[in-house]
């Protein structure tokens, strides 16, 4: 056999015993919870504080077990929370996380788990960005929130080619959108760009929204994530490049982009999709797929 059963999903034993043992705890019950309508406010912040407890914990052990130094700080008049490794030493280079969860969910310290181990491993400071969540600010001011940061620090300093940018998921695409809107605002191209799983298309285009319709253990586009998408940008704006990365124009240069994506995931076309528009455009770009791997599953090994 090559798949086991696994609740209520296949898993592959192509994966490793850990990936596994992970996949286990996925359950259709926790992937397809309804989201509230776009403009239910209320009902995106009662989600969104409920997540805030659910993960803290979490974060807190991370941070502690790795012996990483987390401030708040305000960048550009943007909060965010400063994420250095233990015995950092400044070198003068610096990376930018912008973290996922739809657009909707999640904070800056509620996602430590993304950016205390990219500290750790790279010794390098990170600004994870505490961006306003939808509906209470659209895409114009969240792409902003991240470039004013992207900004202030070359102002503190750093050089734009010793910055790096990360995300996941809709993090992802909000990390491209903005150095796309940096780029086009004459500041320059930064060092480089990684992108988890990256909603690259909030519209359901692309063949693994359907293909992988039932196969992804995490995600659920009609479920959980069309009245995010709704809620984040209005349709009409729904394939402007700084929202939907993959429409964008990279003739005009773009740094050089990892792609990393699970083959169980429905972003698998986004990803598919966001590396032909980069590759064709002469970019420097990889992609690097992850056997029977979920939706960021970067965050959870």
Do not use: C
């Not at 600004?127 to 940061?149: F, G, H, L």
């Amino acid at each position: 056999m090559n798949s086991i059963a696994g609740g209520d999903f296949y898993i592959p034993t192509t994966m490793s015993a850990e990936a596994q043992a992970a996949a286990r705890m996925f359950t259709l019950t926790l992937r397809d919870t309804q989201t509230p309508l776009p403009t239910d406010i209320e009902g995106w912040e009662k989600i969104w504080a409920f997540r805030e407890d659910y993960f803290k914990d979490m974060n807190r052990e991370i941070v502690k077990t790795l012996g990483t130094s987390v401030k708040e700080i305000k960048m550009g008049g943007v909060p965010a929370l400063d994420v250095r490794p233990k015995a950092w030493k400044d070198n003068r280079k610096a990376i930018i996380y912008t973290h996922g969860g739809g657009y909707t969910f999640n904070s800056a310290a509620s996602t430590l788990i993304g950016s205390a181990p990219v500290a750790d491993a790279t010794g390098l400071r990170v600004i994870s960005v505490d961006y306003t969540v939808a509906p209470k600010a659209k895409w114009r001011e969240v792409t902003n929130q991240v470039s004013s940061v992207i900004k202030a620090l070359v102002e503190e300093g750093y050089n734009l080619k010793d910055i790096a940018i990360y995300g996941e998921s809709a993090g992802g695409a909000l990390a491209v959108g903005s150095v796309l809107k940096a780029r086009d605002e004459g500041l320059g191209l930064m060092g480089a760009v990684v992108l988890w799983s990256p909603w690259a298309d909030i519209t359901d285009t692309g063949d693994t929204y359907t293909t992988l319709k039932g196969a992804d253990p995490v995600l659920n586009y009609e479920k959980t994530l069309r009245h995010a998408a709704d809620a984040y940008a209005d349709p009409a704006d729904q394939r402007h490049p700084y929202v939907s990365p993959v429409y964008g124009d990279y003739t005009k240069g773009f740094p050089p982009t990892l792609i990393q994506v699970g083959t169980a995931e429905i972003f698998l076309s986004n990803a598919v999709r966001q590396y032909q528009v980069m590759d064709q455009a002469g970019i420097s770009v990889k992609l690097d797929p992850y056997e029977g791997m979920w939706q960021a599953f970067q965050k959870s090994n």
